[in-house]
């Protein structure tokens, strides 16, 4: 059993940075392909980022060059640095971990289905 923790979401200003942050569980976090996805009120969750276990990355276009994904395996740690926020990034975001150590290639980490352990998400408000 994996458990996931997001913290670092709040309340920030167009053109402002968050950073979140996502503590997991387990011996073998090195090995999880870690997941962002966010949730906008009345929309469907959607894809933002993911990170290999070899640190390959991949982005969903509307946050290319914005966002960065990254990972502490020593601390069990997965991170999302979000830069130029902008009020259409406001939704809840969601970390999630794939520990099937299953080497997929670039959009099969995009869908939902992927992943087997979910957090419970944190709030990110952008104002404009």
């Known amino acids: 059993q994996v458990q996931l923790v997001e913290s670092g979401g709040g309340l920030v200003q167009a053109g402002g940075s968050l950073r979140l942050s996502c503590a997991a569980s387990g011996r073998t976090f090195s090995t999880y392909v870690m997941g962002w996805f966010r949730q906008a009120p009345g929309q469907e969750r959607e894809f933002v980022a993911a990170?290999?276990?070899?640190?390959?990355?991949y982005y969903a276009d509307s946050v290319k060059g914005r966002f960065t994904i990254s990972r502490d395996n020593a601390k069990n740690t997965v991170y999302l640095q979000m830069n130029s926020l902008k009020p259409e990034d406001t939704a809840v975001y969601y970390c999630?971990?794939?520990?099937?150590?299953?080497?997929?290639?670039?959009?099969?980490?995009?869908?939902?289905?992927?992943?087997?352990?979910w957090g419970q998400g944190t709030q990110v408000t952008v104002s404009s």
């Open positions: 990170i290999k276990w070899t640190t390959v990355t």
């Open positions: 999630a971990a794939d520990t099937t150590y299953y080497n997929g290639r670039g959009s099969y980490y995009y869908a939902e289905e992927v992943y087997n352990y």
